[in-house]
């Protein structure tokens, strides 16, 4: 963990309204051990600011959305910059919501999973029901639907909205992004969770992210209002290093 | 970049209906249209498997809660609460600039949680994720998520919050749901009934035998601002959909909506707005760290 992670958590467990003395530990789930396995409070090993392919490489952009981003990266220190809506509270979508500072729970059954997420009472559910997801309008979050493979949960999602980006410097995605994510409990109890963008508007091949997270048991995910932190002079997201 | 008309439009309806909840002195009036009918199939879940022996939970119980719903009926008032003088008083205050063409912005409006805020008036669809140990409620709108630890007890030294404690257990087919430690920072209904850190409210929720209704009874008690414990009722039906639509709450604030607004506290004025542009100058969302208003309204 470098100076900046250990202080980011240090800050969530000192937060005291969101640790409560005495609460029970993570539940489990009600029959699927798999999912059990996953259950419990997590919180990110390493906060993107700007994403890189697991490779390390630079995402295979187009040259348009290349340009797209090299603008977006030149207006990041404008305290007005539009492109970024969570400056204004709104949602960071999915996969973005994955990769910032703060803490998420998961919560299963045989029927639903459910992301319920530290910043600002988001939360997304997964359908498990091997139907196929029926999009209607483009949303943050998308319309995951996820499936086992194995010991791993596999989550695809479509039908995310192109307001959202990939990451805090503007990365951008289409209405069209195809996201795959990949979550499967490491030898070390760590979450390994892998993210592939395939995203023809935007991107020449399909790339992937490895992201992993540590549990933390201690913390209680509760109330957050973002607002609340404007008000205070804060950002709305607390600061990721590029 | 930007939404379809239909996704804007249905925006725009989502956020207007809720202002328009507001604006409006019409009493137990339901959100008609835009809302799939209900599922013809049961519950979703209804006949899952048993569940472990934990206790509290008899060995064989089919689960009783998991699965996609949706409110039956938005309902946003509640008629008769036994106010204090006081809080009357208060609460014709805020009747009076309603009435004067006002908008009314609460803890719900300015994008704020507040558990009763999703026991009270809650709209479209909600989520249950029924585990052995607790149950999760993830809201659409307002949009928050409830956890309810079962067979537990509240903490000693509880700190306040919107969301409170809660605890549950199960009475026979009825899931009881004690809940404390509020903040005082939301209000109970569109109109502004007030509430305090006294707050303490009781759920009970009861799934119909057939499967296709979930009755709410929802008890609230809190002498700072009532002369006696009230109960309202609302419930769910299962939800057609297998996906929640979302409520971004922080894409309202709009520049024209201030000039006729009644803070009910000051922490509610809006720290980010959105600006319409003019002519070439593009729309745009400014935010500004708050400054203490002179035209305070805080009770």
């Known amino acids: 963990m470098t100076g900046n992670e250990t202080l980011a958590r240090g800050a969530w467990m000192l937060a005291g309204s969101l640790i409560l003395a005495g609460v029970a530990p993570p539940a489990a789930a009600a029959g699927d051990a798999r999912a059990d396995r996953i259950e419990g409070t997590w919180m990110p090993d390493r906060y993107p600011g700007r994403l890189l392919a697991e490779d390390g490489s630079a995402p295979p952009l187009t040259p348009e959305a290349a340009k797209l981003y090299a603008d977006r990266i030149a207006a990041h220190d404008d305290p007005d910059r539009q492109y970024d809506r969570t400056r204004w509270c709104a949602g960071p979508g999915i996969p973005r919501i994955m990769f910032i500072p703060y803490p998420f729970e998961i919560r299963a059954d045989e029927d639903l999973i459910g992301f319920i997420y530290a910043w600002y009472r988001w939360h997304r559910v997964v359908d498990m029901s091997g139907r196929e997801p029926d999009p209607i309008l483009p949303q943050t979050m998308g319309y995951p639907v996820g499936r086992w493979d194995g010991d791993t949960l596999v989550i695809e999602t479509i039908g995310t909205t192109d307001e959202t980006t990939l990451d805090e410097f503007g990365l951008p995605h289409s209405e069209d992004m195809v996201l795959t994510e990949k979550l499967d409990l490491l030898p070390d109890g760590k979450l390994r969770a892998t993210y592939t963008i395939d995203d023809a508007a935007f991107y020449t091949r399909p790339w992937t992210v490895e992201m992993t997270y540590t549990r933390v048991p201690e913390v209680v995910v509760g109330d957050d209002v973002c607002p609340d932190r404007i008000a205070a002079g804060e950002p709305a997201v607390r600061s990721m290093q590029p | ?299």
Not at chain 2, 17 to 23: I, P, R
Not at chain 2, 57 to 81: C, N, S, V, Y
Not at chain 2, 126 to 147: C, N, Q
Not at chain 2, 225 to 230: K, V
Request: aromatic letters at 8%; charged letters at 25%; a negative charge.
């Open chain 2, 1 to 299: 970049m930007s939404r379809g008309p239909l996704a804007r439009a249905l925006h725009a309806a989502s956020c207007s209906l809720a202002l328009f909840s507001l604006a409006l002195p019409v009493i137990g009036a339901a959100q008609e249209g835009g809302f799939a009918p209900p599922d013809a199939e049961p519950g979703i879940g209804e006949n899952g498997p048993p569940r472990p022996d934990v206790p509290g939970i008899a060995p064989g119980q089919p689960r009783k809660l998991t699965g996609m719903w949706e409110i039956e009926r938005f309902i946003f008032l509640i008629p008769d609460a036994p106010m204090l003088p006081a809080t009357k008083a208060l609460y014709d205050k805020q009747l009076a600039a309603m009435n004067s063409g006002q908008i009314l912005y609460t803890a719900w409006t300015s994008c704020r949680p507040g558990a009763p805020s999703a026991m009270v008036m809650p709209m479209n669809s909600l989520a249950v994720i029924e585990g052995d140990r607790d149950i999760t409620l993830s809201f659409e709108e307002p949009r928050m998520t409830r956890r309810i630890r079962l067979n537990a007890q509240h903490p000693a030294d509880l700190a306040p919050s919107y969301m409170g404690d809660s605890v549950g257990h199960w009475e026979g087919d009825t899931l009881v749901i004690d809940t404390i430690g509020f903040n005082g920072q939301f209000q109970l209904d569109s109109f502004g009934l007030p509430t305090s850190p006294r707050l303490h409210t009781v759920e009970r929720l009861t799934k119909s035998a057939d499967g296709k209704k979930v009755t709410i009874q929802t008890t609230f008690e809190d002498p700072e601002y009532y002369s006696a414990p009230f109960t309202i009722e609302r419930a769910w039906i299962p939800h057609a959909d297998r996906h929640q639509f979302e409520y971004d709450c922080s894409e309202n604030p709009r520049e024209e909506e201030f000039a006729h607004t009644y803070f009910v506290q000051d922490l509610y004025r809006p720290t980010c707005v959105r600006y319409e542009g003019k002519g070439l100058d593009p729309s745009r969302v400014l935010c500004r760290r708050r400054e203490q208003g002179a035209d305070d309204h805080e009770h």
